[in-house]
């Protein structure tokens, strides 16, 4: 699994016209899931999430845990985070078929919630327009394989 997690001030997605899911202070999260991943990634993904310290302390440093500084989730299915750009035109092979991609996103959204936090989210395949005003800005990149 693949997410990019950027640390906002608020976030909301929209689908035709019509917001889906909003969120206030915490983390945007593109999530791509690969064709080889299992319920191992996601669980190690959401751990990561969920733990994260990127929220500033009283003396400025990235010390704080999502809870702790009570940060919410917009968690948005992302399958081109798995792009094979290659050629000028990218191939999206890597990327899990949605039959293995849903139960794992959603997977990863019931464990953030099962720990308390308040998450939100597209829905997987729509044309979605996400919104987002980046806090700091802090954008980290999460891959399972590298965890």
Known sequence: MRAVVTRVKS???EIGGHVKGQI?????????????DTEKEADRIADKLCGLR???DENGKMNIDPAAAGAEMLIISQFTLFADCRSRRPGFSLAARPET????YER??????????????????????VFSQNDGPVTIILDTKEL
């Open 11 to 13: 976030a909301s997605v």
């Open 24 to 36: 206030g202070p915490g983390f945007l999260v593109l999530l791509g899931v690969h064709r080889d």
């Open 101 to 104: 991609a849903v139960p794992l």
């Open 54 to 56: 990127v929220f500033e």
């Open 108 to 129: 990863v959204i019931a464990l953030c919630r099962e720990r308390g936090f308040t998450v939100a989210t597209g829905e997987f395949g729509a044309d979605m327009q």
